[in-house]
Nanobody
Framework: QVQLVESGGGLVQPGGSLRLSCSAS????????MGWFRQGPGKEREFVAA????????YHADSVKGRFTISRDNAKATVYLQMNSLNPEDTAIYYC?????????????????????WGQGTQVTVSS
């Protein structure tokens, strides 16, 4: 299995930006489709974005479309989440997740049970 470690979270003002990173080790990173999820206070875990093994195909939740961008660098075994125009509703613990094999349809990739491995999460707080 691959092991995942997120970083890059923190406190940011509304309208600000952050870039989250998720570094992978273990099995070959490029054999995994990757996803980002988040869980806000008192909320269920929510799909944010997913990316295929080559990085060509991506999905983004409607709530973040146009503001967040998922990308990956297979040479660095890292997946990123660029977050712009942040607002307080984006406050959450952000988790990256790995699913061995090709990217499936968005209906599959938005389900947290579709993933094999999870990171420990990184806190993002949007507040003035």
């Amino acid at each position: 299995q691959v092991q995942l470690v997120e970083s890059g979270g923190g406190l940011v003002q509304p309208g600000g930006s952050l870039r989250l990173s998720c570094s992978a080790s273990g099995r070959t990173f490029s054999t995994y489709a990757m996803g980002w999820f988040r869980q806000g206070p008192g909320k269920e875990r929510e799909f944010v974005a997913a990316i295929g093994r080559t990085g060509v195909t991506t999905y983004h939740a409607d709530s973040v479309k146009g503001r967040f961008t998922i990308s990956r660098d297979n040479a660095k075994a890292t997946v990123y989440l660029q977050m712009n125009s942040l607002n307080p509703e984006d406050t959450a613990i952000y988790y990256c997740a790995a699913r061995w094999g090709p990217l499936k349809d968005i209906g599959t990739m938005r389900k947290y049970r579709s993933y094999d491995t999870w990171g420990q999460g990184t806190q993002v707080t949007v507040s003035s």
